[in-house]
């Protein structure tokens, strides 16, 4: 994911990765366009104590970027890993490899093929106002979204929760955000945003397993050798 969030850095707006934890949870087929539609208000916090209460995650992702001015878009996939409070691995293994792992101490942006890695301390990243800080279990969404259904339909084919979030700070790198929320765990099962450029970004999650007890040397950096080591201020 990684790629998390949405006040720009050099280190993540030059490999498009976004900083991001999502996660979700297998969903029995159980309907529910039959029931009254809960309040929205209802869902935040459900979604809200759902993340707080997770000690730890690891899931495979696809991750799609869309250039509107060159109408190209890229997919990646790999697999994230995420221990509360912010620690965050994303390993990308599609279509080459990439690493992005963030500590409360560092990120570090490890590019294989180009046998580069970009060093920034975490707070810079982790000071975000927006998703970041909900994802890391020290925010609220309330805070710094306004929070709607999606205009379209409140729910997609398997009665999941679609909702809409505005930030009530305008940035260049979010527009607004679109949450597809599991209806029996709320969780997150997708994420998508556009930027003020066009540009789309889209991530999904699969093979979702939570508090599983993850070791926090994932969550540690060491370059291999022979790779050029730049700073981020």
């Keep these: 994911m990684i790629k998390f969030f949405f006040k720009i850095n050099k280190l993540f707006t030059s490999t498009r990765v976004v900083l991001a934890l999502v996660l979700s949870l ?10 009254e539609l809960p309040a929205v208000g209802d869902i935040v916090q459900k979604l809200q104590s759902a993340y707080e209460n997770t000690k730890d995650l690891k ?7 869309t250039i509107k001015s060159i ?31 963030i500590n409360s101490q560092m990120a570090w942006l490890y590019l294989s093929a ?4 970009y060093r920034q301390k975490s707070e810079s990243i982790l000071q975000s106002k927006l998703l970041i800080n909900f994802f890391s279990g020290t925010g609220k969404l309330n805070d710094n979204f306004i929070i709607k259904y999606a205009q ?3 729910w997609d084919k398997d009665g999941n929760y679609l909702l809409n979030l505005i930030p009530k700070e305008k940035t260049a790198a979010c527009n607004a955000v679109k949450l597809t929320i599991d209806k029996n765990n709320f969780y997150i ?23 599983t007890g993850l070791d926090a040397k994932l969550f540690q950096f060491q370059p291999p050798k022979g790779v050029q080591i730049f700073e981020i201020p």
């Design 59 to 65: 899931a495979d992702f696809i991750q799609e970027t």
């Design 114 to 117: 180009e046998k580069a890695a």
């Design 26 to 35: 297998l969903c029995e087929p159980v309907c529910v366009f039959s029931e």
């Design 152 to 154: 379209t339909r409140a």
């Design 71 to 101: 109408k190209k878009t890229d997919r990646e996939e790999g697999r994230v890993f995420y221990k509360n409070p912010k620690n965050m691995s994303w390993d990308y293994t599609k279509p080459q490899g990439k690493k992005l792992v």
């Design 189 to 211: 099962l997708q994420l998508s945003f556009d930027d003020a450029l066009g540009n789309s970004t889209m991530l999904k999650f699969s093979n979702i397993a939570i508090n």
